[in-house]
C-alpha cells in the first residue's frame, strides 16, 4: 500500500500537518454587525455597484439590484449596463419603442458614474423587453 503523505524514505519522522493548528483570537471575531439585509438601504450607489459587481450568482447581488432599482437604476440587458435617467434632461420620446436623451450610466472601467447622451429602447409598463 502506498502512503498518501509525501516524504523522505530515509526520514524516519513523519511529516508535519500541511495546515497548522491554529486559533483566531476573540477580539478579531466580530459579533456586533448587523446583518446585510438590514443595512443595504444606508449604502451609497458606488458601494452598491460593487456589491453587484463583485458578488456574481449570490443573494447579495440580488439584493443590490433590488436597491438599485429602488433607487431608479435600471439594468438593460442587451447593453449589460446600469443606467438611470438624468433629473435635469428628460428624455424625448421617438416612438412607441424607442426615446432618446441624457442619462447617467456607471462606468465599470472607470468606476463612476458618466452623463451620456443616447437612444434606448423605451421601457414599457413591465419592462420585460430590455429592462430587469
Known amino acids: 500500500m502506498l502512503s498518501t503523505k509525501v516524504y523522505s524514505l530515509f526520514d524516519d519522522v513523519p511529516p508535519r500537518s500541511p495546515v497548522p493548528k491554529f486559533r483566531l483570537p476573540d477580539c478579531y471575531q466580530v459579533k456586533n454587525v448587523q446583518p446585510i439585509e438590514a443595512k443595504i438601504s444606508s449604502f451609497n450607489e ?38 438611470t435617467k438624468d433629473d435635469v434632461m428628460v428624455p424625448q420620446s421617438l416612438g412607441p419603442t424607442h426615446e432618446r436623451g441624457y442619462y447617467v450610466v456607471w462606468d465599470t472601467a472607470n468606476w463612476r458614474k458618466e452623463r451620456v447622451c443616447d437612444e434606448v429602447p423605451s421601457p414599457g409598463p413591465n419592462e420585460t423587453a430590455n429592462f430587469y
Open 46 to 83: 458606488e458601494t452598491l455597484m460593487w456589491i453587484f459587481y463583485s458578488c456574481p450568482r449570490d443573494m447579495k447581488q440580488q439584493m443590490a439590484a433590488m436597491e438599485l432599482n429602488n433607487r431608479n437604476w435600471r439594468w438593460h440587458k442587451k447593453m449589460q449596463i446600469w443606467l
